[in-house]
């Protein structure tokens, strides 16, 4: 629907912004009077570990200062930790922001951006502002369809994003298949292997993008401080890649994007990853006993390697969400498709499994 005419003169916008819907803040429901759970944004539940707000606490001294442009420390502190090279490693605000400027850097009007659709909501909007078109290709069985986003590539596709594990259906490909696809992809096609979720993943199946971009050089892999890492909040996500990709996207960087706090509290997590991927394990335990309980009960789950698990419901997909809403455990319905539930802690995922009991599989 077309927005009210205003009634005063107002700058010409890019017609692109009409297909772009703005935010609206979900609200709490005023009726709910109990406690809420947040199980909607994929969100660890954990809050920081001591050393990294103590890191947060020393940096806040300094935020008069601008922060370093470069993220020398953070960048220097990525690449011991996998073992890759520095100047393969781009940093920005959330992967989100990586992955705009990855946008930034090689699409534009009249090219295509390739992905499977469902995927993570952020691919057609930053497509959009891009100017380049989408090309979405429909999962199968909630499952990257790698064979038809092969045959989906023409010679304006600039970049295919391949979300592994898949948000919002937790699914994985396969090394065997995923090798098999980027041995199709031109060489001059950037692929991003978005691996948001890559700290969860058990199934010994799933291709550790590091190890297969390796050797590639039109492929690079996005990783997130946000989930695992518990750093949300503070927006940092980074890639890794060939050293032209790299060179390339830090051109597109939005000076002083990722600031001075966000850059401290990475690197101390990347100090305190012992304990964080010990809350990542329990996680997956939470994962595993949530989706036995719900399959014990007659839903239909889609096995997940990231830390949520996928209903598809279908049509009753938003009256579920709302009944949810209502029992006030807060998920992520997609109207007419599936409801995705965010694996908190055992207390949430308890509060989730009652409110799913009184809706019914
Ligand atoms: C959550 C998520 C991210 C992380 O985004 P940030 O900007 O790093 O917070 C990236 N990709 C996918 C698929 C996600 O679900």
């Given at each position: 629907m077309p927005d009210e005419a205003p009634a005063v003169p107002v700058p010409r916008f890019r017609s692109v912004l009409d297909r772009i819907v703005g935010y609206r803040p979900s609200k709490a429901m005023p009726s709910l009077t109990g406690p809420t759970y947040q199980l909607a944004a994929n969100e660890s539940p954990y809050g920081p570990p001591?050393?990294?707000?103590?890191?947060?606490?020393?940096?806040?001294?300094?935020?008069?200062?601008?922060?370093?442009?470069?993220?020398?420390?953070?960048?220097?502190?990525?690449?011991?930790?996998?073992g890759v090279p520095e100047d393969g490693v781009a940093v920005g605000c959330g992967s989100v922001g990586v992955a705009q400027m990855l946008m930034a850097a090689v699409a534009e009007p009249g090219s295509e951006v390739l992905y499977a659709w469902r995927s993570f909501e952020a691919y057609p909007i930053l497509?959009?502002?891009?100017?380049?078109?989408?090309?979405?290709?429909?999962?199968?069985?909630?499952?990257?369809?790698?064979?038809?986003?092969?045959?989906?590539?023409?010679?304006r596709t600039r970049l295919v994003f391949v979300c592994n594990p898949n948000n919002p259906t937790g699914t994985v490909v396969g090394e065997?298949?995923?090798?098999?696809?980027?041995?199709?992809?031109?060489?001059?096609?950037?692929?991003?292997?978005?691996?948001?979720?890559?700290e969860y993943v058990r199934d010994p199946g799933s291709p550790d993008g590091l190890r297969i971009a390796a050797g590639r050089p039109n492929v690079v892999v996005l990783r997130t401080f946000s989930k695992a890492y518990g750093l949300a909040a503070l927006r940092v996500g980074f890639m890794v890649g060939h050293p032209v990709v790299a060179g390339a996207i830090r051109k597109t960087y939005l000076?002083?994007?990722?600031?001075?706090?966000?850059?401290?509290?990475?690197i101390a997590a990347?100090?305190?990853?012992?304990?964080?991927?010990?809350?990542?394990?329990?996680t997956v335990g939470e994962r595993e006993r949530l989706r036995a309980a719900l399959a014990a009960r007659g839903w239909t789950v889609t096995p997940s390697q990231a830390n949520f698990l996928w209903l598809p419901l279908g049509e009753r997909a938003a009256a579920f969400g709302e009944h949810c809403g209502r029992?006030?455990?807060?998920?992520?319905?997609?109207?007419?498709?599936?409801?995705r539930v965010s694996v908190g802690s055992a207390a949430e995922n308890d509060a989730f499994l009652t409110a799913a009991a009184s809706f019914g599989p």
């Open positions: 001591a050393a990294v707000l103590e890191a947060i606490g020393r940096e806040a001294l300094r935020i008069n200062r601008y922060p370093d442009n470069g993220c020398a420390g953070l960048i220097a502190e990525i690449s011991a930790r996998f497509t959009r502002l891009s100017g380049a078109t989408s090309v979405e290709t429909p999962l199968r069985d909630g499952v990257h369809d790698l064979d038809a986003m092969a045959e989906a590539i023409t010679d065997a298949e995923l090798a098999a696809f980027l041995d199709r992809v031109p060489a001059d096609c950037l692929v991003v292997l978005d691996e948001a979720y890559r000076p002083f994007s990722v600031n001075g706090i966000a850059q401290a509290a990475a990347i100090g305190a990853e012992p304990e964080l991927l010990a809350r990542v394990d329990t029992a006030g455990v807060l998920v992520r319905a997609f109207a007419g498709d599936g409801v």
